[in-house]
């Protein structure tokens, strides 16, 4: 007879986990290709995750660095909490993410052996905790950003063909 899985654990291992995303990085997609993907835990103040959950965040220039062993987050902004009055935190400081040794290693490597970047894609709440979507990035040519123009223009004005033939 198999056990019966307690609600707590049920919650847990849920595949969507209660993901919500409280700022995404869209302009990183357009300037960088990125080859893959990384999840790493946000170590954030009482003020930070507040404003983090009202979705005060912005994301544009944010990246990543390996620093004595640690990974960091720089040039986030995560907006003042206001009711949080003079305890409230630096919006561009400095935030330690949290990462398996090996992985940060894998990263560092990666990043000083190939040219790449480390860049912020989007902070997002799972469960009750924040989280940070990292991605490895290689910088885009200045042809390869017209090219995915010019294919963002052709795919919507082949929508508003396929929409005008429905009508």
């Known amino acids: 007879m198999a056990k019966k899985k307690s609600a707590k654990t049920a919650k847990n291992s849920d595949s969507s986990g209660g993901i919500r995303t409280a700022a995404s990085n ?18 954030l103040t009482g003020t930070e995750i507040k404003s983090v959950r009202a ?8 990246y990543a660095r390996v620093r004595n062993g640690e990974m960091w987050l720089h040039n986030t902004y995560i907006a003042p909490y206001d ?25 560092e ?8 970047t480390l860049v912020a894609l989007r902070i997002y709440i799972k469960g009750h905790v924040a989280k940070v979507e990292l991605g ?6 200045r042809y390869d950003k017209r090219q995915a123009i010019i294919n963002r223009d052709m795919d919507r004005e082949a929508r508003r063909a396929v929409g005008a033939v429905r009508d």
């Open 83 to 107: 009711p949080a009055s003079q305890f409230n935190h630096d919006p561009r400081r400095l935030r330690k993410l949290l990462l398996h040794r090996d992985e940060i290693r894998k990263l």
């Open 109 to 116: 490597s990666e990043v000083a052996e190939k040219g790449l």
């Open 55 to 62: 979705g005060k965040v912005d994301l544009s220039d944010g």
């Open 26 to 43: 869209r302009r990183a997609f357009f300037d960088y290709e990125i080859l893959d993907k990384h999840e790493a835990g946000l170590v």
């Open 136 to 141: 490895l990035a290689k910088g885009k040519r």
